[in-house]
Nanobody, 119 residues
Framework: QVQLVESGGGLVQPGGSLRLSCAAS????????LGWYRQAPGKQRELVAT?????NYADVVKGRFTISRDNAKNTVYLQMNSLKPEDTAVYYC???????????????WGQGTQVTVSS
């Protein structure tokens, strides 16, 4: 099994910054894509950013958010700057993991961390 543990959420004023972290542990042979998604009340979960050897961002966060990874620590980060009230959501990390060389890739999810942008 693989566990993803997120941290770094909280309450921040508009224009402020937060940095989310997500550490993967457990039965890990290799990790391919890492990502961040978010879900606001009454809305579907949406992609925020993903990272493999390159990065991909949702248009609404381009230029404000930066995704990065530390492969030695099996950790993915999301630096969020210039936060807006519409960024308020529960943020989830994801990881595409193989637990052995002969196994297929499987996507795992973190438990979510709340980000609230409000004055």
């Amino acid at each position: 099994q693989v566990q993803l543990v997120e941290s770094g959420g909280g309450l921040v004023q508009p224009g402020g910054s937060l940095r989310l972290s997500c550490a993967a542990s457990g039965s890990i042979f290799s990790i391919d894509a890492l990502g961040w998604y978010r879900q606001a009340p009454g809305k579907q979960r949406e992609l925020v950013a993903t990272i493999t050897s390159s990065t991909n961002y949702a248009d609404v966060v381009k230029g404000r958010f930066t995704i990065s990874r530390d492969n030695a620590k099996n950790t993915v980060y999301l630096q969020m700057n210039s936060l807006k009230p519409e960024d308020t959501a529960v943020y989830y990390c994801s990881a595409d993991v193989r637990s052995a060389s002969w196994q297929t890739w499987r996507k795992y999810w973190g438990q979510g961390t709340q980000v609230t942008v409000s004055s």
